[in-house]
């Protein structure tokens, strides 16, 4: 859970933007820095400190900042104008699969998880990762499932 805490929601905005071929040549060797220091400070964390601090995942998001602000940009344009195009109707058929998806979130992340180490009651763990999970699965279904009609996606000129 430390792993998702820390870079998953940078990941999937990286694959989110990486999967309609955006990125530029410098963005691209950015990303390859980034791919490969996660794999090696991933088994570093995991092996060396059995990955009990979330911050020691964080260190492969330095190779992301400089362009992560665009990337977020560019992925709430292009929602903006998918949800402009949709019918109320199409929208409304994703709605509950949404709520029950935030639902149980919510009671997973309130029930299930623990921390394993410091107090439970002094932090915000918790609520964060029910914040940025839910954030990611409505990102998810309207970026992936809502399919208005004839809607194309854009590429957007820099």
Known sequence: M??????????????????????????KRFVVAFILVLVINTLVVVLTT??????????????LFPFLGKFMLNEYRFLRMKIARATPG???KCLPFLLISILLIV??????????????????????????????????????????KGFTEFKPTY
């Open 107 to 148: 009671v997973v992340t309130s029930k299930v998880y623990f921390q394993t180490i410091g107090s439970l009651s002094e932090n915000l763990f918790n609520e964060y990762l029910a914040v940025v999970l839910s954030v990611l699965v409505s990102h998810f279904i309207l970026r992936f499932v809502l399919k208005p």
């Open 50 to 63: 059995q990955a009990r601090e979330t911050r020691l995942f964080a260190l492969p998001l330095v190779f």
């Open 90 to 92: 199409e929208i409304l």
């Open 2 to 27: 430390s792993f998702i805490l820390a870079i998953g929601f940078h990941t999937y905005i990286l694959y989110c933007y990486t999967s309609r071929n955006l990125l530029s040549g410098k963005e």
